[in-house]
């Protein structure tokens, strides 16, 4: 398996993100009636429900290393797109009144040499979302950088094994 590969099957394997991602706590996929679904992979139109670290926990982190209940969050979020062919995700956050509404892009691209780049964006939309960037803007953004370092960690970690 090479770094896209593995990276993308890193960031669509919800199970494991307590072992490597600080700010990504949970991931769970569940039904319109929050029950934990057994497939534990993003399908389109499953919703999803986040616990989140804002700011991040500090790296290295594994399952047993426990959240901040301070900075600890969470999203409903529904998965739209699905490629693993690209190595890409997306999810998007719907508010009931749609003053806040996000999207969320992640995807792994091999760029040869046994290197792969790793993109992540959200994208904040509705009436709050000045507010948000104001108020947790840079929280977040060291959350997103602390994703990629946690996943860029585990994939050296896997390519030295």
């Known amino acids: ?17 307590p ?5 990504v706590r949970a991931a769970i996929v569940i039904s319109p009636l929050n029950l934990t679904l057994p497939e534990q992979r993003p399908v389109e139109g499953e ?3 986040l616990r989140l670290q804002i700011p991040p ?5 594994d399952q047993n290393t426990p959240d901040n209940p301070l900075n600890t969050q969470v999203a409903y979020e529904n998965i ?14 719907y508010s009931p009144d749609g003053v ?8 792994i691209t091999d760029v040869g040499n046994g ?28 959350s997103f950088d602390a994703q990629g370092k946690g996943l860029k960690l585990l994939i050296e970690k896997a390519a030295k094994m």
């Open 47 to 49: 919703r999803l429900f």
């Open 100 to 107: 806040l509404d996000a999207v969320r892009w992640s995807a």
């Open 57 to 61: 926990l500090p790296l290295p982190v």
């Open 115 to 142: 290197r792969v780049v790793y993109e992540s964006r959200e994208v904040y939309l509705g009436l709050l979302a000045p507010t948000l960037q104001v108020t947790m803007g840079e929280s977040l953004q060291k």
């Open 1 to 17: 398996m090479d770094g896209t590969d593995f990276g993308s099957s890193c960031q669509t394997d919800f199970a494991n993100y």
């Open 80 to 93: 739209t797109h699905v490629q693993p062919e690209l190595g890409r995700v997306a999810w998007k956050y």
């Open 19 to 23: 072992t490597w991602n600080p700010f």
